[in-house]
T-cell receptor, first 111, second 116 residues
Framework: GDSVTQMEGPVTLSEEAFLTINCTYTATGYPSLFWYVQYPGEGLQLLLKATKADDKGSNKGFEATYRKETTSFHLEKGSVQVSDSAVYFCALTPNDYKLSFGAGTTVTVRA | GAGVSQSPSNKVTEKGKDVELRCDPISGHTALYWYRQSLGQGLEFLIYFQGNSAPDKSGLPSDRFSAERTGGSVSTLTIQRTQQEDSAVYLC??????????????FGPGTRLLVL
């Protein structure tokens, strides 16, 4: 079935470090891909999305490119801040509206 | 504008009791979704509403779970005879149109349910 696999955490970084969170997927058809973020004590927020192959989603300095050939949607940020500490979820909607989420990756950024 | 709101934010109940969880979607959003976030299962889809109809209830884990939506707005998720395995965070989301794979779903803060 359709699924998302993302790198396990927790990930701990220093401020201004480079962040990569790997995400790969299995899906039939042409899914849309999403990164959601959950800050401490808050609900899920959309970070970025891409709806077709080779699209790049970007927001708040984060980027992810929809790679159909490698079935991947890795999240990157060039210089993280303490405020980026959160849980990050990769997700897809394969053919309809049902979001399938990865397990989540906890990221902690130290000053 | 206002986002998706849910109430209560926390609920503690005893095994066997019924609970009702409420979701107020973004005004004008016709599609509404319920998900569950639990330690063992991660984030799971429960049910999808389009207007007041629920064309997809495939994620409801048992017949103890039911949901309704009235006036194309507020939705209530009801769990009857709660069990300890129902303990989770219940998330509601809404989107603006008919529910498609490309739409962004906007999530509420969730209701944390603990069944003792």
């Amino acid at each position: 079935g359709d699924s998302v696999t993302q790198m396990e955490g927790p990930v701990t970084l220093s401020e201004e470090a480079f962040l990569t969170i790997n995400c790969t997927y299995t899906a039939t058809g042409y899914p849309s891909l999403f990164w959601y973020v959950q800050y401490p004590g808050e609900g899920l927020q959309l970070l970025l999305k891409a709806t077709k192959a080779d699209d790049k989603g970007s927001n708040k300095g984060f980027e992810a490119t929809y790679r159909k050939e490698t079935t991947s949607f890795h999240l990157e940020k060039g210089s993280v801040q303490v405020s980026d500490s959160a849980v990050y979820f990769c997700a897809l909607t394969p053919n309809d509206y049902k979001l399938s989420f990865g397990a989540g990756t906890t990221v902690t950024v130290r000053a | 504008g206002a986002g998706v709101s849910q109430s209560p934010s926390n609920k503690v109940t005893e095994k066997g009791k019924d609970v009702e969880l409420r979701c107020d979607p973004i005004s004008g959003h016709t599609a509404l979704y319920w998900y569950r976030q639990s330690l063992g299962q991660g984030l799971e889809f429960l049910i999808y509403f389009q207007g007041n109809s629920a064309p997809d209830k495939s994620g409801l884990p048992s017949d103890r779970f039911s949901a309704e939506r009235t006036g194309g707005s507020v939705s209530t998720l009801t769990i009857q005879r709660t069990q300890q395995e129902d303990s989770a965070v219940y998330l509601c989301a809404s989107s603006s149109h008919r529910g498609s794979r490309q739409e962004t779903q906007y999530f509420g803060p969730g209701t944390r349910l603990l069944v003792l």
